[in-house]
């Protein structure tokens, strides 16, 4: 017997933790090398760990839902053994054991003793992209995973009618004297949300607030849809973006990260721009890699796929670390005007607010113009007053006059 224990690995940029999402394989499984093992998430993405080698899972070191540190055993692979899928790998006295250390929940005998539902991230994704309830499936393939094509033959056929003894659920009314709360564990997703939320309140902020006409914007907007046509779904999301981008040239200490524990901070070069997207699992931030040498149309299908990517929760590590600054375009869900918080290590996020009618002085005279509220919020720390009144009044300037971005080289 040859025992390998796999710890779990920094998947993402110094984490020091992950929770198990959901175990792929079980006590007894035969598994080959590169082959998915278990489903973590992290503050930054949803990532499927493989197994190191060739071998038969003799344990499983954790259970769904657990918080495992970084550096701890996650399972333990027997990479001297081989067995039958599904069979248990005997242990050092010949003898079979065939439940893990830890009973996984969701698995029968587990914490909650209910069926586990075997399917791997890309077939939940498929389902929730194609409206298919997974626990109403039997599936096809080892162990009863659900698989792809079960997915898509519900689609075309509708899913079978629930067994009697499973019926829909349904909460009872309250009786008198009975609780009328549901206490729920923060978990996954909205756990990572709450832990970041906290630390951005942390941080001693500065806020900004702009209203600028939107007249030439609007304008510009419009004349760009026409000449895109049908190459990408142009937003006006794509505009600000690139807005931002000029206003981070001219004003480079904006784009940058702090650490206090070093007691120093970086300005990057490069814009790797955060886009707060809201999804039903919550608010997921993936970032536009290098932003500054994307086209309209470049950044325009970026976004679409990266939107689409957060909320199939498919987004890769990569995709969601690394970013200099971020945009936080609430104005799509109808919000006239937000005070964003800032994304730490980044010093800095701008936020666009619902474009609205208001009364401006024109040329003297009061006129009813198109206004695009504009908030952007600092870490006080770095930024200071002066420098964050200089780039929203540039970036006010570019939003107002938007053939000034004509004069912008990538």
């Known amino acids: 017997m040859t025992d390998l224990v796999f710890r779990l690995p920094d998947v993402g940029e110094g984490l020091a933790e992950a929770e198990i999402v959901e175990w792929l394989v079980k006590v007894g499984d035969q598994v080959r090398a590169d082959q998915p093992v278990v489903t973590v998430e992290t503050a930054k993405a949803q990532v499927d760990l493989p197994a190191p080698a060739d071998g038969v899972v003799r344990s499983l070191e954790a259970a769904a839902a657990d918080v495992v540190n970084v550096g701890s055993p996650l399972f333990v692979l027997d990479t001297g053994a081989t067995a039958a899928a599904g069979e248990p790998a005997p242990d050092a006295t010949g003898t079979a054991d065939p439940t893990p250390s830890r009973p996984a929940a969701g698995v029968p005998g587990g914490r909650n003793g209910r069926r586990r539902l075997l399917a791997a991230p890309r077939t939940r994704r498929l389902a929730l992209e194609l409206g298919i309830d997974l626990t109403e499936l039997t599936g096809t393939g080892p162990h009863g995973r659900v698989t792809p094509d079960d997915v898509r033959s519900a689609a075309e056929t509708g899913p079978p009618a629930p067994e009697p003894d499973h019926p829909t659920y349904a909460a009872p009314a309250a009786q008198p004297g009975e609780s009328e709360v549901d206490v729920r564990p923060l978990r996954g997703l909205r756990r990572q949300i709450a832990r970041s939320m906290t630390a951005a309140w942390t941080v001693p902020q500065i806020t900004e607030f702009r209203e600028v006409d939107a007249t030439e914007l609007l304008r510009a907007h419009r004349d760009l849809r026409s000449t895109v046509g049908d190459q990408a779904r142009l937003t006006l999301l794509p505009l600000l973006v ?38 039903q699992h919550g608010l997921i931030v993936p ?7 994307l086209s309209i149309v470049g950044l325009a299908r970026e976004i679409v796929r990266l939107g689409e990517a957060a909320r199939t929760r498919s ?20 919000t006239w005007l937000g005070t964003p918080l800032v994304n730490a290590p980044q010093v800095a ?15 003297g005279a009061p006129a009813v113009r198109p206004v695009l509220p504009i908030a952007v919020s600092a870490d006080h720390r770095l930024i200071d007053g002066d420098q964050l009144g200089g780039f929203v009044n540039t970036l006010a300037q570019l939003v107002s006059s938007p053939l000034l971005l004509l004069g912008e080289s990538d």
């Not at 936020?351 to 002085?361: H, Q, S």
């Open 315 to 334: 987004l890769s590590v990569e995709e969601t670390t690394g970013g200099t600054f971020t945009i936080s375009n609430f104005g799509s869900y109808g």
């Open 242 to 279: 690139r807005t931002v981008i000029a206003a981070l040239r001219r004003h480079p200490m904006v784009n940058a990260t702090i650490d206090m524990a070093a007691e120093q901070w970086t300005v990057h070069h490069r814009h790797h721009l955060g886009i707060a997207t809201a999804t």
């Open 349 to 363: 996020i701008a936020g666009f607010g619902r474009v609205r009618d208001a009364v401006l002085p024109v040329a």
């Open 287 to 293: 970032v536009l890699q290098d932003a500054h040498r």
